[in-house]
């Protein structure tokens, strides 16, 4: 068959091939297939790590060496995710007032 169609249309199984299900997208850090690699510097951290991770269902390899830096920037970046911020919406002038008066927003605050 060829690959344009009456009126030199692009054949659709083509356009359906090229797009669809991503799946070559990355493997989420914290999963089994992906643990988080941690290092810290004494068995008692060791504990208090494996049990902030076991708290948010996460999966990492904790290793203990006292010669390195601690290193968990890993969790600290998954366990402080950005939030967004919200803004509530400001009243238009016909709306009823905040303040609970009764009045329109025109009327008493605006």
Do not use: W
């Not at 939030?83 to 009823?96: E, G, I």
């Amino acid at each position: 068959m060829h690959d344009l169609y009456y009126k030199g249309r692009i054949h659709t199984r083509v356009n359906h091939v090229k797009t669809g299900y991503n799946t070559k997208r990355a493997v989420k850090l914290g999963t089994e297939k992906h643990p988080l690699t941690l290092i810290v510097q004494s068995d008692e951290r060791k504990l208090a790590v494996a049990a902030l991770v076991a708290d948010n269902e996460l999966f990492a390899d904790i290793s203990v060496d006292s010669a390195v830096e601690e290193d968990i920037n890993e969790l600290s970046a998954i366990l402080n995710k950005p939030v967004t911020t919200t803004f509530d919406k400001t009243p238009s002038r016909n709306d009823p007032c905040s303040c609970g008066s009764g009045k329109k927003y025109k009327k008493c605050c605006g």
